[in-house]
T-cell receptor, first 113, second 113 residues
């Protein structure tokens, strides 16, 4: 079975500063990786995903994540955050041709002015 | 508008009083799922359904029941709620495999006294 570890539970950051959210996974087979975001009082929504091809994937709002197979990681980064990026971020993993999606415990990002 | 709806959004009840949380999606998705979100534990899957009349246990199914009589609806039933089922519940749907984008409902905050 696959599992996901998010290494930081809380990340406070100042507006316009960079942020990195760390995610490591474990799996004995090839995986697909996802980042979902949950804004306050809302459900989760997909931020970006890695399925195959280029190991660097980007979202429309400036986030990017890089799949590193040797380090079994999929860290999420943004070079300059906004107040509106305040949210909880979940890393998730699934195996090839599988239905199960396993989520990490989440990282709460609080952006301060 | 494509969406997953849940009702009620908030519910306070007492131990042992049967309740149902409804979930409906208008995207003709085959796969539907229920999660509970607890601080520090992330999202844990309760039950899932791959199609009408096809349901299976997730990681934490004890104390819950589901049914899938129609493609669009996937209610979550707590026959005899207990305080340890106090949580934030999310319904989700997607077309099929885990590589598909998963759409989440807005959540139901349940308190069992």
């Amino acid at each position: 079975a696959q599992s996901v570890t998010q290494l930081d539970s809380q990340v406070p950051v100042f507006e316009e500063a960079p942020v990195e959210l760390r995610c490591n996974y474990s799996s004995s087979v090839s995986v697909y990786l996802f980042w979902y975001v949950q804004y306050p009082n809302q459900g989760l929504q997909l931020l970006l995903k890695y399925l195959s091809g280029s190991t660097l994937v980007k979202s429309i709002n400036g986030f990017e994540a890089e799949f590193n197979k040797s380090q079994t990681s999929f860290h999420l980064r943004k070079p300059s955050v906004h107040i509106s990026d305040t949210a909880e971020y979940f890393c998730a993993v699934s195996r090839f041709n599988d239905y199960k999606l396993s989520f990490g415990a989440g990282t709460t990002v609080t952006v301060r002015a | 508008e494509a969406q997953v709806t849940q009702n009620p959004r908030y519910l306070i009840t007492v131990t042992g009083k049967k309740l149902t949380v409804t979930c409906s999606q208008n995207m003709n998705h085959e796969y539907m799922s229920w999660y509970r979100q607890d601080p520090g534990l992330g999202l844990r899957q309760i039950y899932y359904s791959m199609n009408v009349e096809v349901t299976d246990k997730g990681d934490v199914p004890e104390g819950y029941k589901v049914s899938r009589k129609e493609k669009r609806n996937f209610p979550l039933i707590l026959e005899s709620p207990s305080p340890n089922q106090t949580s934030l519940y999310f319904c989700a749907s997607r077309p099929g495999l885990a590589t598909d984008t998963q759409y989440f409902g807005p959540g139901t905050r349940l308190t069992v006294l």
